[in-house]
């Protein structure tokens, strides 16, 4: 099956900070979703990117297709940002989303 | 829109006992999708129904797992004779459309086999 490898991680930050996550993955896909795990286990999308940037807010990403890997930026951190992002693709000629091991955000004030 | 909505939020249940839980998605979406997240992991693809067909299975989910959804509405997951290795959280999720589309979760179901 297709692999998902997130980095970092973990990560700690202090309020006010940006970060960058990566997503690689190993195989041609047609979806690709970011997600928000917040600490009360709540899983919200962020992102449907299968390809190009999209910005929402702070937040924003990119996929580059082609080289099989996805961005997610976030910008000025607030301590709501504090939880796991997880990145979660769907490869060609599949129809269930893969997910990755997840990055846990820490944003401490 | 109300979002997805499962029941129970949890269930505690001694092992060897069967359970079931239910998913209502959001209402227009014709994709449904069940996984389970154990504690540090990613959420792992279960099982998938587009309307009331179930187009792919999981290999984590063995014969004492079953998953319908009758209609194309709701769906229910049973788990017979669990065991402790059962336990974790149930994710149901919808999504709309023929080729994916955001994926939308419900809060959960957590499991606790003792």
């Known amino acids: 099956g297709i692999q998902v490898e997130q980095s970092p991680p973990d990560l700690i930050l202090q309020e006010g900070a940006n970060s960058t996550l990566r997503c690689n993955f190993s195989?041609?896909?047609?979806?690709l979703q970011w997600f928000h795990q917040n600490p009360w286990g709540q899983l919200i999308n962020l992102f449907y990117?299968?390809?190009g940037t999209k910005q929402n807010g702070r937040l924003s990403a990119t996929t580059v297709a082609t080289e099989r890997y996805s961005l997610l930026y976030i910008s000025s951190s607030q301590t709501t940002d504090s939880g796991v992002y997880f990145c979660?693709?769907?490869?060609?000629?599949?129809?269930?989303?893969?997910f990755g091991q997840g990055t846990r955000l820490t944003i401490n004030p | 829109d109300t979002g997805v909505s499962q029941d129970p939020r949890h269930k505690i249940t001694k092992r060897g006992q069967n359970v079931t839980f239910r998913c209502d998605p959001i209402?227009?979406?014709?994709?449904l999708y069940w996984y389970r997240q154990t504690l540090g992991q990613g959420p792992e693809f279960l099982t998938y129904?587009?309307?009331?067909?179930?187009?792919?299975k999981s290999r984590l989910l063995s014969d004492r797992f079953s998953a319908e959804r009758p209609k194309g509405s709701f769906s229910t997951l049973e788990i017979q004779r669990t065991e402790q290795g059962d336990s974790a959280m149930y994710l149901c999720a919808s999504s709309l459309g023929t080729s994916g589309g955001s994926l939308h979760f419900g809060n959960g179901t957590r499991l606790t086999v003792t």
């Open positions: 129904f587009q309307n009331e067909a179930q187009l792919e």
């Open positions: 209402s227009e979406h014709n994709r």
């Open positions: 979660a693709v769907e490869r060609l000629g599949t129809q269930k989303l893969v």
């Open positions: 990117i299968p390809s």
């Open positions: 195989d041609s896909v047609n979806n």
